[in-house]
């Protein structure tokens, strides 16, 4: 049985070493960002934080955001990275309209030069109103701001969509955002 607050730190330990810091276990990523599931096993397990088989399934299936994928006894994780990777994802023609999730105190900053990446490799904006909620309220009161992303690209922005269902771009620039104050 895992419960719940294993289930975060399993998956909170996967994003340290498949999207930040692989080299602290003795990882490395391919190009791909992908990793053998038994080197990786082992390398927690040599490290101190053992995780079973079994565990790495179920955080990988149950998982409520979808972080990872596992394929052909290959894992990586979707998107959050900040080591280089090519995620080789498509450019897509996004929705009309997306929302970013933020807190007050980052709004004057987000007025003056639009959204940034800031330590991931893309700004992450979320398909409707309630998930981008959930994404700033990690940090406090949650503000939602509205993206032109159908201007953006019809203006030449490209955007990707990882395989969770978040939209990636590289800069929302300020003229394209709603704010609600
Ligand atoms: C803010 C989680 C000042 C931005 C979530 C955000 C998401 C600025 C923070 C995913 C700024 C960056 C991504 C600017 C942006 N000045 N602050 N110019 N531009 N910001 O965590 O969007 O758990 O890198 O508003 O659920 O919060 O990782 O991005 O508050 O899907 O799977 O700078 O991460 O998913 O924070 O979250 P983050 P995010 P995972």
Not at 42 to 65: M, Q, S, Y
Not at 91 to 120: C, D, K, N
Not at 152 to 163: E, K, P, T, Y
């Amino acid at each position: 049985m895992m419960d719940e607050r294993r289930m975060i730190r399993v998956s909170k330990y996967l994003a340290r070493h498949l999207r930040h810091d692989p080299q602290r276990i003795g990882l490395a990523l391919d190009a791909g960002g992908w990793v053998e599931v038994e080197e990786l096993l082992r390398a927690a397990a040599t490290h101190g934080f053992p995780i079973t088989a079994e565990e790495l399934r179920k955080v990988v299936a149950v998982n409520d955001k979808r972080r990872y994928t596992i394929d052909g006894g290959r894992i990586r994780a979707d998107q959050g990275h900040s080591v280089p990777v090519d995620l080789g994802l498509t450019a897509l023609e996004p929705p009309e309209v997306l929302y970013h999730g933020t807190v007050g105190r980052f709004v004057a900053a987000i007025r003056r030069e639009g959204l940034r990446p800031m330590s991931r490799h893309h700004v992450h904006l979320s398909p409707d109103r309630e998930t981008a909620m959930r994404v700033g309220a990690r940090r406090g009161v949650p503000v939602v701001l509205v993206v032109a992303s159908g201007a953006m690209h019809a203006d030449g922005h490209a955007f990707l969509r990882s395989a969770n269902g978040v939209w990636l771009t590289d800069h929302v620039p300020p003229d394209y955002l709603r704010f609600p104050f």
